[in-house]
């Protein structure tokens, strides 16, 4: 019924469609992949109290996209993440941060999280505490009590 030649021509109108769809004149360019994987939770280093002030430190992220970081606090209880407030108002672009104005005697519990230049952010890093004591019981100073020479 059909020779060769008319079956390719049917079969070249019928795929005709298809070729020519991909060939828009309205590409970019090569397609490039969306970043969705988070960097890795950032590892406190240490955490003291200076005051009323708790001063944080953390391993900085090995990543190369990492934009800066978001530190979430709260007092008394580590329990739950929604219990954690997140304190910064823009990315901490260091690796340390000092919070100011704690309240003597109360526990805060602090998290920090990694975000890259896309948004993605990490999962929090395990918590640190830290208790306000009072002055003369500063964290970073011995409770042995100060000594001095004695003249005999």
Known sequence: MFNRRSTLVVLALLLAPFVLAGCSSNESGPVEAIDTAPPAAPVVTGIRAQGTSAVLHWAKNIET????????????????????????????????????????????????????????????????????????????????????????
């Open 65 to 152: 996209d990492v934009a800066g970081y978001n530190i979430y606090f709260f007092t008394p209880d580590p329990g739950s993440d929604q219990s954690y407030t997140k304190h910064n108002t823009g990315l901490i672009t260091i690796n340390s941060y000092t919070m100011s104005n704690l309240t003597v005697g109360t526990t805060y519990y602090f998290k920090i999280t990694a975000v890259d230049w896309t948004g993605n952010e990490s999962a929090a890093s395990q918590p640190a505490s830290v208790y306000m004591a009072a002055a003369e019981y500063d964290n970073h100073e011995s409770r042995a009590g100060k000594f001095r020479e004695v003249e005999e």
